[in-house]
């Protein structure tokens, strides 16, 4: 059974910098396609950036040039490294996996199949 184990988060100021570290345990095909995905009270969850099994990715428009995502082909570690964060970063950010084909939509919550506990990040101005 696929896990994932997310990790990092915290407090930042606007204008700083966290790394967020999703641990996946239990697929013995390589890497499912991941995404990182975010949420904020009485929104939907919304696509951060998503990495197809071979590498591809794609991020929302809103991180690109801040966000980073990358992967630990050893350890089976996605990372997310996040700069000059802002206020409207704040959110619980979610690792997801999909087994299988790859998603459709890259950054649509209903492809992913597996999903880590949330982590908080939140950015004060």
């Known amino acids: 059974q696929v896990h994932l184990v997310t990790s990092g988060g915290g407090s930042v100021q606007s204008g700083g910098s966290l790394r967020l570290s999703c641990v996946v345990s239990?697929?013995?095909?390589?890497?499912?396609?991941m995404a990182w995905f975010r949420q904020v009270p009485e929104l939907e969850r919304g696509g951060v950036v998503s990495?197809?099994?071979?590498?591809?990715?794609r991020y929302a428009d809103s991180v690109k040039g801040r966000f980073t995502v990358s992967r630990d082909d050893d350890n089976l570690t996605l990372y997310l490294q996040i700069d000059s964060l802002k206020p409207e970063d704040t959110a619980m950010y979610y690792c997801?996996?999909?087994?299988?084909?790859?998603?459709?939509?890259?950054?649509?919550?209903?492809?992913?199949?597996?999903w880590g506990q949330g982590i908080q990040v939140t950015v004060s101005s």
């Open positions: 990495v197809r099994r071979d590498g591809t990715t």
């Open positions: 997801a996996a999909r087994l299988g084909v790859p998603p459709g939509e890259m950054l649509a919550a209903q492809q992913y199949d597996i």
């Open positions: 239990g697929y013995a095909y390589g890497w499912p396609h």
